[in-house]
């Protein structure tokens, strides 16, 4: 075999690190490791590989920055160079962003074989591009991971066959278990105290000055009503947005540098609650048992929402402050959704079935 794992963005690093450790271990000469260079900040993508003593990049596309059909169209004219000069058979994807759906796409119409991990997500809401690179990732795809039932059903309704399914569990859990312990030995980035912890990245919360108002509005009310320290490490592209609005003077927020990961992943888990917009941090607070207010109007992890892991504030200010302080009185009861911790030699073990 000749297996390219395929990915650009720094949730992918993490959620991709221990299938990466492990098929380097076990077939160093069948693996590669491609990276798109879709997050191509040393502090969004590099930090994260040094840190996590990941295997070293085989091939770096050097995509960047730019609109959506710049980088999938230019994923594509480079993958598909080096799928040919490489003799690459099979593709392996994760998740929802650019880089997944150019990787699918290309593999697809190469003729080799695709393999999507965090296969069958949905959150039904078509106005995101990330929904629409799931639905055309999956429907190219010749074996879906799927990391729950939930999952599974999605795929079974699009009509995709039996024999392309498999639950897998989430590799999120995989990389949460092994790197925990490790972040725990870390020096506190912020201190011993209880606190919150925000991200909010996503353009419908943040591109626009009167939407990003409401929600600091929101934050900065929910701080000083609860006595509450919120940290947020802060995206480059919310944190260019405040400045261009000119909202940094207005928010009381303690606004830092984004983390590396395991200062991040200490963070979190020692946090009062999590709030974001992000997909993946609702899985990993769920994991963790940190209780989760999500600043959006729907989910593609339902599962965090069914257990009563994470509450759906909307976007509102009224919603976000009730929804917050919802969870702030929440115990964290819950049994997560997202398997054993082995879904990484799981999935290795069905791409070597292709063989």
């Not at 393999?115 to 010749?142: Q, Y």
């Not at 395991?262 to 992000?278: G, P």
Request: glycine share 8%; charged share 25%; hydrophobic share 35%.
């Amino acid at each position: 075999m000749n297996v390219g794992i395929f990915f650009g963005t720094r949730p992918e690093i993490v959620k991709l690190s221990r299938l990466m450790f492990l098929s380097k271990q076990k077939y160093a000469d069948e693996f590669s490791l491609i990276h798109t260079g879709q997050h191509y900040s040393y502090s969004m993508s590099g930090q994260f590989m040094d840190e996590l003593a990941l295997p070293s990049i085989d091939y770096n596309l050097g995509i960047g920055s730019g609109t959506h059909n710049y980088q999938i169209g230019s994923m594509l004219l480079k993958l598909e160079r080096l799928i040919k000069e490489k003799d690459i058979d099979t593709m392996v994807i994760l998740g929802d962003t650019n880089s997944a759906l150019a990787g699918a796409l290309c593999a697809n119409r190469s003729g080799i074989r695709v393999c999507h991990i965090e296969a069958g997500i949905r959150s039904f809401d078509r106005t995101m591009p990330e929904e629409i690179n799931r639905i055309l990732t999956d429907a190219v795809s010749n074996h879906c991971y799927a990391p729950t039932t939930i999952a599974v059903e999605h795929l079974k309704k699009e009509n995709i066959s039996d024999d392309r399914i498999f639950l897998t569990g989430n590799v999120i859990v995989d990389a949460l278990n092994y790197y925990l312990p490790l972040a725990k030995k870390r020096e506190r980035i912020i201190p011993d105290e209880s606190y919150g912890l925000v991200t909010l990245h996503r353009p419908a919360n943040v591109d626009r000055k009167e939407k990003l108002l409401e929600l600091v509005n929101a934050l900065n009310t929910i701080s000083v009503d609860n006595g509450l320290p919120l940290y947020f490490p802060i995206h480059p592209r919310t944190r260019n947005n405040l400045e261009k609005f000119g909202l940094l003077k207005k928010i009381k927020l303690n606004l830092i540098d984004p983390l590396g990961y395991f200062d991040f992943l200490r963070a979190m888990s020692e946090s009062k609650i999590m709030i974001t917009d992000s997909g993946g941090l609702q899985e990993e607070s769920c994991i963790l048992g940190v209780p989760c207010a999500t600043i959006r109007e729907n989910t593609e992890r339902p599962e965090t929402v069914h257990i009563g892991s994470n509450y759906l504030c909307g976007t509102t200010y009224s919603g976000i402050v009730e929804g917050v302080n919802i969870m702030l009185n929440k115990k964290p009861d819950w049994k997560q959704p997202y398997g054993d911790g082995r879904s990484s030699e799981r999935i290795l073990n069905l791409i070597q079935t292709l063989n």
